[in-house]
């Protein structure tokens, strides 16, 4: 039997085999003392342990920001392989005990993972490189964010450096141009909002504008009193990203909100671990008006009154020579700045910043002002498991209304005339009865319906909410994630008419007051659920959550006051001034299935319960399905090295349209009986007593909304390393139980017109768009986008039976005559067709006054003849946008157009006639166009007036020089020069082709925009 006992060491392989002490003599009893090869093994054993001990040793050192050297707290240093680690400090620092052959992994966020080998190393400083790409591939979505290439729906993401140039005051402005199936039309006046359509109109009544969320607030889009545009209450100075949803599998997680697409909106925050940070920008723009409308001159007007004028018609022309248009307009400027101030404080990133516009119009008087301020704290605790974003905007509106009644007065009004003469009208020259009173039938002097209208407006807004996300210490796949929201917002103005004024000299002037208030509170909450399982080459991403918004609207009411502020009788306060409340409840789930990282699927289902409608209509379920391949990652084409993404994406989803309450349909409770109180000048009369009465109002108790259907199909690819990147989508919408005003029987529903479910509409489009980098080389750089739409829609439907035996439903409502209307909703038709008769043309193309073809072929012209021709919607539009870098300058412009949109020349149909020299007591200038017409009498209904309004529009033009680091190396310092606007080519004839709604009656005009700015960052 062997004496041999193992000993091992836990630290190291080793076992060692020592002989034990031999037996005494004396027999079973040990010696008091071991023998000397005892002693000699523990002395190795002893020696053995200091040398392990000796392996384990000490790592310290500092992680900084590779861009500027700052100190990264919070920094992960993990030892590969292990969960073991620890984080930095404040001052970036960190300390480790590792053994040898160790490799730590630095993660932080935002920074580019790095693995390091300690090898001998005690002192380990590592400085992290910006993860700009990983930023840039990471797009917002509902309730959370997605790697691009993990997409399975339509999205467009635009980043700043890709937004526009220029003087740009509302966000929506940003993006113009830029987006395939993004159409936006902007406004003239300062501060006036954009139509804004994504793959066109779902709805004929309800609203077509999409929902806006803003750091994962949805806000209302309808504009509060004395705001033109909801938006222009945000600063744009302030916007990071835009992330546009547009299918129904991106956006059904809104449910019935999200029928007209989703602009989610992220604004800029600090970023852990950043230096404090000061950036200033300042620009000045002057903005001119490009064009008036033809008119006839001073000296055109009196010729042709003396030619075709009666004696006392004659007698009327004055001896000045005014140019009233020129009179107007003027040369506008406007100022823009900004401060902001970013960083980190320990473990605090923030964001701070204010700003400043003042805008002046190119319609005299008019103005908009708006001071803003904004916060965004981002700190996490606890090892990055609990994340905080605080994020508070304000902003305080001040604007000034021209009286845009003035653009069309200043198209009619006799140029003969002086603007001022010796009256009682303030000074100004105005038509007078025989008796010196105003003439009410003739245009008023333009001049003074600016300078004699004070209307002004103050709006305060608040956007904020306060998100927790916490990853679950003992469950770190799964997050909880809370936020909690508001906006809220307050108006009030005031519209001042001297008694001197014409427009109002019988009743002593007037004094108009208005004010709302809205307040829109906003609960999430949602768990998120990420777990890969290898086995199964599988990654699950599962969110449930739900969502409560409740929404209230206050409208004082206030009498109508003459200028000396006495009551106006008839316009006393309404004894019953407008409170309204309706409340958005929803649940709501997705997953985000990936199978080898190249087959995705995303199924999501919400539903959603509105108080806008009554009972059984007011729950709905929205779901969606897509699925998406990365062909470029099968094995048959993983050696491509040219192809960097090919992705087939396929989906289909349904959404509603619950936002009924517009400016068309102002009632939250359509569903409900509603009374109207009669005013002080309706009273009914019992014996010597008059008494206010009820009008009961014509309702549809079984009103709901309405429910879009969109399947898509989409192709996206990249090639060269990204180098060349593109999307193809196709898409086809149908909107069900479509609402809309209709005639009903008389007497039926207490009124003749009743707002109700009654149809379909159909919409399909294709989009594609590519980007491109030309040239890429160290100095030079060219960067292009073409993003181009087609898009389609008609109407299917428009009665509850499938009777659509009727002509359809008027619309468009014109100036001149009385309820004109030059539109039709027809079944067969896409939307808003116009509707009218067609010209006869004389040998030499002359139009033939009233001689219109009869298309019936039955002997007489009359109602029947009219005909559906032509469409104010553009079939196809599209945007190019360039930019070029070399070495340290920068030059770009942004080219977009619409094919096949029609305007309807109001203008020219309401001026260009011999009539409006024939009144007894006034003269009215003349549209131009009757010199080729010599229409005596109005055609408001011939299609003579409506006019191709294609174009190609350069939308803005921009220079731009950096200096690099300057005073010793501690700014940045950026000059820039711009123009907006710079040219139109087209072939109508009226002041801009691009009308919303497609009837042209003197609406506020676009100026031209030069600007020069600096950016300078400390």
Known sequence: MSNNYPLSSSHANVCIRLPLPEAHPLGNKRPVGFSKSYYVCMLFLILLSVQTFAQTRTVSGKVTAQSDGTPLPGVNVLIKGTTSGTTTDVNGAYTLQVEPGTTLVFSFIGFTTQEIAVGTQSTLDVALPDDVQALSEVVVIGYGTQKKEDLTGSIAAISQESFNKGQVTTPEQLLVGKVAGVQITPGGAPGS??????????????????LVVIDGVPVDNTAISGSANPLSLINPNDIESFNILKDASATAIYGSRASNGVIIITTKKGRQGDKIRVDFSSLASIATNTKTVDVLSAEELRAVVNERGSASQKAL???????????????????????SVSGSYKFLPYRLSVGYLNQDGVLKTSNFQRTSAAINLTPSFFNDHLKVSLNLKGSLTNKQFANEGAIGAAVAFDPTQPINAENNY?????????????NTLAPRNPVSLLEQNDDQSEVKRSIGNLQLDYKFHFFPDLRANLNLGYDISDSEGSRLQP??????????????QYAQSRNNKLLDFYLNYVKEVPALASKFDVTAGYSYQDFIRENPSFAGLNAAGEVIPGQEADPFPLKTQYTLIGLFGRLNYTFKDRYLLTATVRRDGSSRFGKGNKWGTFPSLAFAWKVNEESFLKNVQVLSELKLRAGYGVTGQQDISTTT?????????????????????????????????GYDANIKWEETTTINGGLDYGFMDGRITGSLDYYFKKTKDLLAIIPVPAGSNLTNRLLTNVGNIENRGLEAALNFTAINTEKLKWDVGVNATYNTSEITNLSKTQDNSSEGIPVGLIGGGVGNNIQIHTVGYRPYAFYVYQQVYDESGK???????????DGAVNNRDLYRYKNPEANVFFGLNSQVTYARFTAGFVLRGSVNNYVYNNVRSGNGVYRNITYPNYLTNLHSNVLETDFNNNQFFTDYYIENASFLRMETINFAYSFGRIFND????????????????????????????????????RARIFSLGVNIGF
């Open 426 to 438: 303030g000074g100004f020259y105005e038509w007078t009865n025989a008796n010196g009173s105003p």
């Open 665 to 697: 349909i102002p009632n939250d409770y359509p569903y409900l009986p509603r009374y109207t109180f009669s005013d002080q000048t309706s009273q009914y009369q019992f014996g010597n007593q008059y008494y206010l009465t009820l009008r009961p109002e």
């Open 317 to 339: 022309l004055g001896s000045a020579n005014t140019n009233w248009q020129k009179e107007i307009y003027r040369n506008a400027f406007s100022t823009d700045n900004n401060l």
């Open 847 to 857: 139009p033939v006054e009233g001689l219109y073809v009869d298309r019936n072929n």
């Open 970 to 1005: 501690k700014a940045d310092l950026r000059l820039s020069a711009n123009i907006q606007n710079a040219f139109v080519i087209t072939k109508y004839s009226g002041l801009d082709p691009e009308v919303a709604g497609g009837i042209d009656n003197n609406f506020y005009p």
């Open 499 to 512: 008694a001197t004024s014409a427009s109002v000299f019988n009743q002593g002037g007037s004094r108009t």
């Open 193 to 210: 909002g954009s139509r804004i359509r994504i793959r066109g109109g779902s709805s004929l009544n309800a609203s077509n504008d999409p």
